[in-house]
């Protein structure tokens, strides 16, 4: 992967995350978390949503990638919700 791939996907995995932040209230992890939560939700995202069915394409392939990132993020955030709430 290059540079630019690099930044890429840490831009992309750090607007998923602070999209998915804002949607799950009180669940975000500041800045570089949300960057992780972010790139983790793409990767999750990328994987289960095709085995599910539920792929999709919005046209343009930043905005796609950005929207699966947040998907993804957004299931990241719910599942940590719940573990920390059972602990």
Partial sequence: ??????????????IGGWLAGLIVKGAGFGIIGNIVIGILGAL????????????????????????YAMVGAI????LLSLVRRAT
Avoid: D, H, R
Wanted: proline share 2%; glycine share 12%; charged share 0%.
């Fill in 75 to 78: 299931i990241v955030l719910v």
């Fill in 1 to 14: 992967m290059t540079l630019e791939g690099i930044i890429i996907a840490l831009i992309i995995g750090g």
């Fill in 44 to 67: 999750l995202s990328s994987w289960l949503l095709p085995q599910l069915g539920l792929s999709f394409s919005v046209g343009n392939a930043l905005v796609t990638s950005i929207l």
